[in-house]
């Protein structure tokens, strides 16, 4: 699903700031100045309607002008943590297409 959420990330003792730009409930595209490579854990706690910490492994990226986007793939969700971004991700499209 687009959408464009603040995040706070955190990967090899660094935190930084990303942007979700889609989500599903089996990764998402984060957008940051940060450089990281391929297969590297990341963090992320997303500001949203119910904020969601949520953990996954960077799977591509790609390099744009002054920031990369990245697909992150959740790893290992509790049934609690699948449920949670399930619902995130149900109130997300509701609040863009159902009014």
Not at 22 to 42: A, N
Not at 76 to 86: F, G, K, T, V, W
């Amino acid at each position: 699903m687009p959408l464009n959420l603040d995040a706070v990330c955190h990967s090899e003792g660094a935190f930084f700031k990303g942007y979700v730009q889609d989500i599903s409930t089996g990764g998402l595209k984060l957008e940051t100045q940060k450089r990281l490579e391929k297969g590297e854990k990341v963090d992320l706690t997303i500001d949203s309607i119910r904020p969601l910490k949520i953990a996954g492994i960077i799977r591509w990226r790609v390099a744009e002008k002054l920031h990369f986007l990245y697909g992150i793939q959740f790893e290992e969700l509790s049934e609690e943590r699948e449920a949670e971004l399930r619902e995130l991700v149900q109130d997300l499209f509701w609040k863009s297409f159902g009014g």
